[in-house]
């Protein structure tokens, strides 16, 4: 709570200033598991809450089919602010800058520090560069453990937005049984069958 409220007038960036608010972490604040996006999309910035647009559905749906209950995780973003720009009467996703994510990386670390969490899961290149390192390649490396002084258990896999912008159907359902395979290891990270 403490942390949240530090965090609400953050201006470490220039992100906060086309913001409508600081999208913080939610969940169970002593979550064994942290799942890390990359920042809030147009939903997101306008209800204050991570992953409750079209990713967050598509998230909520993956976990599902792993057997992975949302309610027992605390999920954030690399960076809480929306970035974004204009596109007609759009607000489309920017991706944010390595200075913003760097920015914005005081605030992951103050919530894996309060939260401590056994499992720490990246989803995407933004969240994996802030998470893991900044060679991190997505395609070749998620699903495995790597190294990490943040939590016993880190690993990284798709960002769900990415599986939104495959337009092959067949691509689509493959990417979407290695997210869920992906999201299977919290599992076996907790020592749950
Ligand atoms: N994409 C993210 O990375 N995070 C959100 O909260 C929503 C979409």
């Not at 939903?43 to 057997?67: M, N, Q, S, T, Y």
């Not at 929306?82 to 994510?101: D, I, M």
Request: proline share 5%.
């Amino acid at each position: 709570k403490q942390l949240r409220e530090d965090a609400r007038g953050c201006q470490a960036c220039p992100l906060w200033a086309n913001a409508t608010q600081t999208v913080f972490g939610a969940g169970d604040p002593h979550a064994r598991v942290m799942l890390v996006g990359e920042q809030p999309g147009d939903e997101e910035d306008k209800k204050g809450l991570p992953f409750v647009g079209p990713a967050g559905r598509l998230l909520d749906r993956a976990l599902e089919a792993a057997g992975v209950d949302r309610n027992d995780l605390y999920v954030t973003n690399a960076v809480k602010h929306f970035k974004w720009q204009l596109r007609g009467k759009r607000r489309l996703h920017k991706t944010p800058a390595q200075r913003e994510v760097d920015a914005c990386r005081q605030w992951l670390e103050r919530e894996i520090a309060a939260v401590k969490p056994r499992v720490i899961v990246a989803l995407g290149a933004t969240a994996a560069r802030s998470v893991i390192s900044k060679d991190f390649k997505v395609t070749t490396m998620r699903g495995r453990f790597v190294e990490s002084s943040l939590a016993p258990c880190v690993f990284a896999t798709f960002h769900p937005s990415a599986l939104l912008r495959l337009r092959d159907e067949a691509e689509k359902e493959a990417a979407f049984e290695q997210l869920v395979g992906d999201l299977g290891l919290i599992k076996m990270a907790l020592g749950r069958p």
